[in-house]
T-cell receptor, first 113, second 114 residues
Framework: RKEVEQDPGPFNVPEGATVAFNCTYSNSASQSFFWYRQDCRKEPKLLMSVYSSGNEDGRFTAQLNRASQYISLLIRDSKLSDSATYLCVVNRPSLEYGNKLVFGAGTILRVKS | DAMVIQNPRYQVTQFGKPVTLSCSQTLNHNVMYWYQQKSSQAPKLLFHYYDKDFNNEADTPDNFQSRRPNTSFCFLDIRSPGLGDAAMYLC?????????????FGDGTRLSIL
C-alpha cells in the first residue's frame, strides 16, 4: 500500500462546478498535511497547508479527518485556470531526520468551458 | 523574483556521460532537497541536506550524488546516467525540517538521455 494515495482522475468538470478530491495516508504519526498544485511540466507549488480540522482559502477548502486518515480538497466555482494536477502531501516524522514530505501521485483536474 | 533557481531548465546528455544539475536559493533556508519526478508519478525524494549534514534515501541509486558547497547552492551529480534516469529533477528548500514547514520548489530541470 502506498503511503499517500490519491484517485488519479482525471476529473473533467465544467466551469463553475464544485469538485472534491480525497487523499488517504497510511502513517498515523503524520501531523502535517499540504495540498500542492502542479501544472503540466512545471514545479509543484504550495496551494494550502492543512492543520487541525482544516482550513479555507477563497474557493478552496481543505479538511482533515485524522480518525479515518484522509484529507480532502474542495474547489468551488471552478475556473479554467484551476486545471492542473493536485498533489496531496503528508509529513513522515523521523526521530533521526526530523520530517520528510511524502507526495501522492496527484489528481488531474480539467475544467472545461 | 524566483527564490529557488535551477539550471539548466532542460539538459540533454548521452547514456553514461556524467551530468551535473544545479540549484541555488535566495531564501537562506537551512534545508535543500533533490527530488526525481517521472511522468504521472509523485516526486521521489533522492536526498536532502540539513545545513551541511547530508541525508541519503535508502533507495537512491549510488549513481546519484550531491554536493552543497554553501548555504545557497546545491548540486546533483549523476555519474553514469542510464535511460531510466530521464526525468524531471526538482530542487526544494525549507526553513527547517519542522513538521509544519512546507517546501518551496524550483522550476525543475528536465533531463533527457540519448
Amino acid at each position: 500500500r502506498k503511503e499517500v494515495e490519491q484517485d488519479p482522475g482525471p476529473f473533467n468538470v465544467p466551469e463553475g462546478a464544485t469538485v472534491a478530491f480525497n487523499c488517504t495516508y497510511s502513517n498515523s504519526a503524520s501531523q502535517s498535511f499540504f495540498w500542492y498544485r502542479q501544472d503540466c511540466r512545471k514545479e509543484p507549488k504550495l496551494l494550502m497547508s492543512v492543520y487541525s480540522s482544516g482550513n479555507e482559502d477563497g474557493r478552496f477548502t481543505a479538511q482533515l479527518n485524522r480518525a479515518s486518515q484522509y484529507i480532502s480538497l474542495l474547489i468551488r466555482d471552478s475556473k479554467l485556470s484551476d486545471s492542473a494536477t493536485y498533489l496531496c502531501v503528508v509529513n513522515r516524522p523521523s526521530l533521526e531526520y526530523g520530517n520528510k514530505l511524502v507526495f501522492g501521485a496527484g489528481t488531474i483536474l480539467r475544467v472545461k468551458s | 523574483d524566483a527564490m529557488v533557481i535551477q539550471n539548466p531548465r532542460y539538459q540533454v546528455t548521452q547514456f553514461g556521460k556524467p551530468v551535473t544539475l544545479s540549484c541555488s536559493q535566495t531564501l537562506n533556508h537551512n534545508v535543500m532537497y533533490w527530488y526525481q519526478q517521472k511522468s504521472s508519478q509523485a516526486p521521489k525524494l533522492l536526498f536532502h541536506y540539513y545545513d551541511k549534514d547530508f541525508n541519503n534515501e535508502a533507495d537512491t541509486p549510488d549513481n546519484f550524488q550531491s554536493r552543497r558547497p554553501n548555504t545557497s547552492f546545491c548540486f546533483l551529480d549523476i555519474r553514469s546516467p542510464g535511460l531510466g534516469d530521464a526525468a524531471m529533477y526538482l530542487c526544494a528548500t525549507s526553513i527547517t525540517r519542522d513538521r509544519n514547514q512546507p517546501q518551496h520548489f524550483g522550476d525543475g530541470t528536465r533531463l533527457s538521455i540519448l
